[in-house]
Nanobody, 123 residues
Framework: QVQLVESGGGLVQPGGSLRLSCAHSGSFFSINAMGWYRQAPGKERELVAA???????NYADSVKGRFTISRDNAKNTVYLQMNSLKAEDTAVYYC?????????????????WGQGTQVTVSS
């Protein structure tokens, strides 16, 4: 019903920048919110940034001022611009979508995940 494909990960030196993209497709009623999560080896998956239908954004304290989440509805794509990258930003980054699907009883919201894209910050 919903497919998410991340791209843009790679290797970057500390202080560098990357832009991640998440293209979404499928049949659904609405997208309640989309976000980027990351998971480093041995750590829990954590929310990095999220954006709602009303374009309200939310960021983890560790990335505020450095990362920016945005969306292009015409392209069905959500972006995560990452600047001033640090070694601790190294992780697999996952795109998440909270999507409403029409059912007989109404709309059911469920989370969908992309496969992830590796971001490595290292000199």
């Amino acid at each position: 019903q919903v497919q998410l494909v991340e791209s843009g990960g790679g290797l970057v030196q500390p202080g560098g920048s990357l832009r991640l993209s998440c293209a979404h497709s499928g049949s659904f009623f609405s997208i309640n919110a989309m976000g980027w999560y990351r998971q480093a080896p041995g750590k829990e998956r954590e929310l990095v940034a999220a954006i709602t239908r009303g374009d309200t954004t939310n960021y983890a304290d560790s990335v505020k001022g450095r990362f920016t989440i945005s969306r292009d509805n015409a392209k069905n794509t959500v972006y995560l611009q990452m600047n001033s990258l640090k070694a601790e930003d190294t992780a697999v980054y996952y795109c998440n979508a909270n999507v409403g699907i029409r059912r007989v009883g109404g709309v059911v919201y469920s989370d969908y995940w992309g496969q992830g894209t590796q971001v490595t910050v290292s000199s």
